[in-house]
Nanobody
Framework: QVQLVESGGGLVQAGGSLRLSCAASGRSFSSYVMGWFRQAPGKEREFVAH????????NSADSVKGRFTISRDNAKKTVYLQMIRLKPEDTAVYYC?????????????????WGQGTQVTVSS
């Protein structure tokens, strides 16, 4: 079993920054892909970014490229999402997810475990 706990959300003004953390526990993650997704009110959950735990390769959605950076700390079993130049449209609940496979894409169905989510609110 895998447990994912997000933290770091909050209220920030447009143009500000936040760093989200996802602490993972329960199993070895060396062959996993870890992802961040978000869901705004009234909208479907969408892919934000993911990272392959084994080699650190990353991918991110076009809407956040150049502003959001995903990274991991192997020793702490923690995945981060550094967000800069935040916009009101980034307001959403952000979820951490784990895909128990070496390669995973951007679809929600590819991810097997999910955290409880953390709220990010960006005021204009």
């Amino acid at each position: 079993q895998v447990q994912l706990v997000e933290s770091g959300g909050g209220l920030v003004q447009a143009g500000g920054s936040l760093r989200l953390s996802c602490a993972a526990s329960g199993r070895s993650f060396s062959s996993y892909v870890m992802g961040w997704f978000r869901q705004a009110p009234g909208k479907e959950r969408e892919f934000v970014a993911h990272i392959r735990w084994s080699d650190g390769s990353t991918n991110s959605a076009d809407s956040v490229k150049g502003r959001f950076t995903i990274s991991r700390d192997n020793a702490k079993k923690t995945v981060y999402l550094q967000m800069i130049r935040l916009k009101p449209e980034d307001t959403a609940v952000y979820y951490c997810a784990a895909a128990t496979k070496v390669v995973a894409g951007t679809a929600l169905r590819e991810y097997d475990y999910w955290g409880q989510g953390t709220q990010v609110t960006v005021s204009s």
